[in-house]
Each structure stands twice: as C-alpha cells, then as structure tokens.
C-alpha cells in the first residue's frame, strides 16, 4: 500500500514519515482508541474524487470517542474540513481510503479511560477492492462477536478488532474467503469487519442492532437504496444459522467490503452459487451512487477538488 505524503497529527498537517508515537503510547499498550474508515471513490469522468458519507463517519467517530471518554475538541463541521484539506494535499485522482483515529495519548502503563488525553490523527491511502466482489466463499467462525456489555460493539474500538483479526485468519487458514460471527446467543451477526444481508423469497434480510453488530453506515445506504431503486423493505431480525444455508442470496456490506456477494457457505452453495439478481442490481446502484453519477443520492458524496459551498464555522487555530 502506497504511503500518504501528508498525514494530520497533533494539530497540524505533516509529512508522513514525522507522524510518529512512543511505545509508552496508552493506546498502542491497552487498545484505548477508535477509528473510522471513509472512502472516497475517483469518477474520471467528471475529474472529481468524491468523499462517501463523509459527515456520517464523522458522527459516528464522535460517539464511539465518548463511549469511551474521548470527547475530543473537533466538531464534526471541523473534521469534515480536515478530511478535505488532508486529501487535496495528497492529491489523490484514485479511489482513496481516510482513516481518522482518535486514540489516548499519554505515555504511561495503567489500564483506565479516566484521566487520559485523546489524541486526533488522519491519514488517507489508495484503496481497490478490500475484498473480492465476484463472490466469496464464507464459513461461520469458532469465534463469538464481542458481546455489548463486554466491548460496546457499536463503536469502532481499536482494541475490539482483534475479535475480527481472530475470526478473519481462521477463516482465510481454513481456505475460506471471509468469516460470518455468531453472537453470544447463537445467532448471526455480521462478517468480520461488515454487516451481512439475506435474501429469502424477496424479502431483504439482516440482523437486528440488537445483535452485536456495528450500526454501519454503508447498511443504513443498502436498505436505502433496496427501498428506493428495488421496492424492497429490509427486515431486522435475528437470524438463525441454518438460515444462511437456504437463503437465495447473501451478501456483505461495509465501506472496506462495499457490497461483496456471498456463493459459498460452510461448503454448502448459496443458491445456484452465482451472484444473485438483489445483490447485482444493488452492486450497481450503489457503484453510481458512491461515484457521484446518480442525482438522487449526491447529498452522499462530497466533492473534493470541485466543492460545492457548504455551510461550515471557520476553523480555528490549533496548538501545536
């Protein structure tokens, strides 16, 4: 993976190779951080790379900070300007991933969130597929998703992915392509780093938030886009096992994932085993939106290079 050449750190924007933190960093030792991943997708048609859901990210960034007593300075108005300003430095005219991390700061050994100082830093990368979109072979993982009450699964907590890191080399050990979770309770979750759909006899169908799922951004869009584009309403519901084995499709969905076809799972065929017709049409509605070729959903995306006027506070100065 290409390195930036600007990334934002301790207040100000700087070359990549003096974006350094100590070993003593409170979360690199305890995982005390969180994160987002944001994408922006490069139409050459129109000479414009366009920033996917950017504020979205940005309010759920704020939420999983204060879940874990994070409550850093910068608005979400702040770090969409940030986030624009990083990227037009970089000069990216490719698909592009920006990784905003807020994680404690301090340099001391002491497993707490209290009396600790949250640090902001952002960088952003070239990014292709995360995973292939013809169609994975899947299998359910020996691993349990992280329980709520253990690890709020709702947020994206640095230390909360080695839960996926484990599920993900199982999975990739045992030859397959991605992992589906269980949660505590035996019911389906989500894949290891995105949320799942099923489609059974035309009806849309994903986990309930109530099962130890990320509340994902790219979820929120699917079900919108299969209301809006296919007629369907999605129902939230637990989902058995088993379930997975005689739906007629299965897809993830995440902003790494994008909308990724499932054809395989735990060595039983989905279906006919090809993409099915809910998932293409999907993946296509979907490829135009992010891309900025679909009026309808362009309050989705930001323009970088040519912005359109957004009514955002002047930023202020930082302390270095």
Request: proline letters at 4%.
């Given at each position: ?26 979360g ?65 005219r ?12 301090d ?8 009396d ?39 947020a994206?907590?640095t ?11 199982e ?32 009806q ?103 912005e ?5 506070p ?7």
């Amino acid at each position: 993976m290409n390195k930036p050449r600007f990334v934002y750190f301790r207040g100000e924007f700087v070359p990549f190779e003096q974006a350094k933190v100590s070993v003593m960093t409170h979360g690199l030792n305890y995982g005390t951080g969180c994160f987002e991943g944001i994408r922006a997708y490069w139409n050459p048609q129109k000479s414009e790379l366009f920033i996917l859901e950017m504020r979205a990210h940005f309010e759920r960034l704020k939420k999983s900070a204060h879940m874990l007593y994070m409550d850093f300075s910068e608005s979400v108005d702040e770090l969409c300007r940030l986030a624009l300003e990083l990227v037009k430095k970089n000069d990216y005219r490719e698909n592009i991933y920006i990784r905003p991390l807020v994680y404690m700061g301090d340099e001391l050994i002491g497993v707490r969130l209290h009396d600790l100082h949250p640090e902001l830093a952002m960088f952003c990368v070239p990014m292709g597929d995360y995973v292939k979109t013809s169609g994975l072979k899947v299998c359910v993982s020996s691993w349990r998703r992280i329980d709520d009450n253990a690890v709020p699964a709702r947020a994206k907590i640095t230390g909360a992915y080695i839960n996926s890191a484990l599920a993900k080399t199982e999975a990739v050990k045992r030859n397959y392509d991605e992992a589906i979770f269980l949660n505590p309770d035996g019911h389906v979750s989500e894949g290891s780093a995105m949320n799942i759909f099923l489609v059974r006899d035309g009806q849309l169908v994903t986990p309930a938030v109530n099962h130890n799922i990320l509340e994902g951004v790219t979820r929120r869009a699917v079900m919108e886009l299969a209301r809006r584009e296919l007629g369907l309403e999605t129902e939230e519901r637990s989902i058995d096992r088993t379930e997975l084995y005689v739906a007629d499709e299965v897809f993830f969905c995440g902003t790494g994932a994008q909308i990724a076809p499932v054809v395989e799972i735990d060595d039983r065929v989905v279906a006919r085993g090809e993409v099915g017709p809910v998932t293409l049409k999907l993946m296509e509605a979907y490829r135009r939106a992010v891309r900025g070729e679909a009026e309808a959903y362009l309050s989705w995306v930001t323009p970088v290079y040519q912005e359109r006027k957004i009514e955002l506070p002047a930023m202020p100065a930082h302390n270095a």
